[in-house]
């Protein structure tokens, strides 16, 4: 059957991308707001990190379920609950009295925006075919990086506009004008979905969800609390962690021999060419680029007094880089494929390195200008693995599983930013004795290597993909040569 392109799909994603822009700032646009959110509620320590910790472990927990249930009961009802839940959320943490109820909010966001973010990845999926797709995927991963380095940019600014006291309330406020816009414009612009008679029962696989969220719940507490003791207090949750992970793994495959719908269906890492392979490159590069931003925070607000405005600035080429290379790059993946994620890793690796380097040869007060050109550098090759990998990650992936697909890549990518975070920021805790420049150094070079094994992944699902083509063009010749042999007879 012939696909009829929808003449509003483009107006549609970018009401669908400036939701989830809003979702996933909220990962980072926080940070620099807690001294004031502490200021003024007078709240506890442990209390204001789980305003950022809840968040970032709700979200990751719900991701392959609203994925799931998009999936299953359509994309656009989805969007716009999970959308009108996250405006309300970010409503009540504005307005947050008190710490608990800071708290609680941030944890509702974070569910909230868990459910609307795998939505993205669908409506790509149902709206785009062929090289659309592809510039459809580039806008996408330019919104991922973009949100992930523009977070304490935006933060600063808004404390710099509102005032220290009460600034950090405005940073959940700004999404409600947003969000209600956004909400106006997705129920005329986004498609309708096919009604379905489905029942919740059959089709929602809930021991899938709670097995599954166990496994991601002890992989994240434990890294998520590092900073207070959680390796040496958690680390059985680990164990736990993998016990639930082989249940969950088995208990999905049992449910697919049954002939019911699973909640992540294993056959898109056994079967699905290259999905396994760049979620795994996925979840490695946010290891090493998303723990970077809280390294450079230390460094500029602590080491050399920068307020969180002027910290934010000083990162501010590699968000241009990326924002820029990721729309072209998306472009560019029917012509060069995997290749751009390689070229991409590489030039990440080695922007960071030259920071690292920077850091010892120049002194502390020419840091921010001496840092630009190796950022920028390496914003440029980060745009060109976000959307490029994602891309070629979910092209082979059925359009009926695309929500569930983008749920769990995007699942990796919160757990490979949760370790990385909290990776960097303990290197650099260890090192700090030894004078800002050094410890900004040896974390740096530890998320060059953190990159550097997702760059090793991707040659070699590079030469995977290459025998995938070369068997498909032995096999076409074969059908050829059969087929011409038929007609000779």
């Known amino acids: 059957m012939t696909h009829e392109p929808d003449p509003r799909r483009w107006k549609a ?25 502490q200021a003024g509620l007078h709240a506890s320590s442990s209390g204001i990190r789980w305003v950022v910790s809840g968040y970032a472990l709700a979200f990751g927990l719900v991701l392959v379920t609203g994925g799931r249930l998009g999936d299953a009961f359509g994309r656009r009802n989805m969007f716009l609950g999970a959308l009108a839940a996250f405006v309300l959320t970010s409503a009540l943490a504005g307005a947050a009295p008190n710490e608990t109820t800071l708290v609680l909010a941030r944890l509702a966001q974070g569910v909230a925006a ?19 797709r592809g510039r459809a995927f580039g806008m996408f991963g330019a919104v991922v990086g973009i949100s992930t380095a523009v977070g304490p940019i935006l933060g600063g600014f808004i404390l710099a506009v509102f ?13 409600v004008p947003i969000g209600v816009l956004a909400f106006a414009l997705a129920l005329r612009l986004l498609p309708r979905s096919e009604k379905k008679q489905l029942k919740v029962s059959s089709e929602i696989d809930f021991v899938g969800i709670a097995l599954l969220a166990v496994a991601v719940l002890g992989v994240l507490l434990p890294v998520i609390d590092s900073d207070s003791g959680g390796f040496k207090q958690l680390w059985w949750l680990f164990i736990v962690a993998a016990g639930f992970g082989f249940a969950f793994v088995r208990w999905e495959r049992s449910v697919v021999r049954r002939g019911r719908s699973p909640l992540l269906d294993t056959r898109l890492f056994t079967e699905t060419p290259g999905y396994a392979a760049g979620a795994a490159v996925g979840a490695l590069y946010f290891c090493g680029f998303a723990g970077i931003w809280l390294v450079f925070a230390m460094f500029f607000q602590q080491g050399l007094g920068y307020s969180s405005l002027q910290s934010g600035l000083s990162v501010t080429p590699f968000a241009l880089g990326s924002a820029v290379s990721a729309a072209v790059a998306g472009r560019l993946v029917p012509r060069f494929g995997r290749r751009l994620t390689v070229t991409g890793l590489a030039m990440v690796a080695v922007g960071l390195l030259g920071v690292a380097l ?62 990385g975070t909290a990776v960097l920021a303990s290197v650099f805790g260890m090192v700090i004795g030894h004078g800002y420049p050094v410890a900004l150094t040896v974390a740096l070079s530890c998320a060059a290597f953190l990159t550097c094994g997702a760059l090793v992944l991707a040659l070699a699902e590079l030469r995977a993909r290459r025998h995938r083509a070369s068997e498909q063009e032995r096999e076409a010749r074969a059908a050829d040569t059969a087929a011409a042999d038929v007609h000779r007879g």
């Open 13 to 37: 994603l970018a009401v669908s991308l400036t939701a989830g822009f809003m979702g996933l700032l909220d990962v980072s646009i926080v940070n620099v707001a807690l001294p004031s959110m």
């Open 114 to 132: 868990g459910m609307l973010t795998p939505q993205n990845t669908g409506l790509i999926q149902d709206l785009f075919r062929g090289a659309e």
């Open 163 to 175: 005032g220290a006291e009460d600034g950090w309330r405005w940073v959940f406020y700004v999404n």
């Open 358 to 419: 920077l850091a010892e040869l120049v002194t502390p007060s020419a840091s921010g200008w001496a840092f630009a050109l190796p950022l920028l550098f390496a914003g440029v090759g980060g745009g060109m693995v976000i959307s490029p990998n994602t891309t070629l990650t979910l092209e082979c992936v059925p359009v009926r599983m695309a929500g569930v697909a983008g749920g769990a890549l995007q699942t990796g990518q919160r757990i490979g930013t949760a370790i």
